[in-house]
């Protein structure tokens, strides 16, 4: 027999208190979480692909721009601040800004270091979608995030009663629109399969059903 899963995140309340994470968790966590986007990131940078969301934006401008996707990402990121105050509190948003500035600053760092002589944009797709997920889990798990899109449409889902979801799933239609006038259409498909590999891992394993951690 199932639980109600609003029942079980209750019952667990006491539970859930008692393992909430230390600063000094938090602190590795965020390390841990931006250097596995971070790498997804640099895989789809060397192999030229795209990301759904922020990041993805990010990446894109990037290609456009010239400019570094760290400082591109950064700056993206900065007008959604403000509705990440209001609608999910200071501590949420100071995480983010945290997290959003980490993953800037290795962008800058890494590339130094890292490079790849061969990636199969099939499979550097799905190495980076999986990369990708298991990095905002860690993030999300330690309440924070990446991107602001997502935070938009929860602002406007309180505003309007728009869903969330559709928010995000228009800005990420637009977003791979547009990425057919800068890529080769065969780039913008391997994109997507690593967007929904992403979304996938997320879905699988972020669920307060199953995994409770604050």
């Known amino acids: 027999m199932t ?6 995140a209750t019952r667990n309340e006491p539970h859930r208190a008692a393992i909430s994470h230390s600063l000094f968790e938090d602190a590795l966590a965020f390390v841990s979480g931006t250097t596995l986007c971070a790498f ?9 692909l795209i990301t759904g969301q922020t990041a993805g934006l990010g990446v894109l401008l990037s290609y456009v721009s010239g400019w ?8 993206v990121n900065l007008p959604f601040y403000l509705l990440a105050w209001r609608r999910m509190g200071p501590r949420f948003t100071v995480k983010s800004f945290v997290a959003v500035a980490i993953l800037s600053l290795m962008m800058e760092v890494l590339p130094r270091f890292v490079t790849f002589q061969m990636v199969n944009p099939w499979v550097g797709a ?10 905002l889990i ?26 969330a979801g559709w928010t995000q799933l228009i800005f990420d239609l637009c977003l791979f629109c547009a990425a057919f006038f800068v890529l080769d259409p065969i780039m913008v498909a391997a994109s997507l399969l690593g967007a929904l590999v992403t979304n996938v891992v997320i879905g699988l394993n972020h669920r307060r059903d199953r995994y409770i951690a604050t």
């Open 40 to 48: 997804s990131v640099l895989i789809l940078t060397h192999v030229g």
């Open 126 to 135: 799905a190495l980076a979608g999986i990369l990708s997920g298991m990095g």
């Open 3 to 8: 639980q109600d899963p609003d029942t079980t």
């Open 138 to 163: 860690i993030l999300f798990r330690h309440g924070a995030s990446l991107g602001g899109i997502g935070v938009l449409g929860l602002y406007l889902q309180d505003r309007t009663g728009f869903r």
């Open 68 to 75: 570094s996707f760290g400082a591109v990402f950064f700056t």
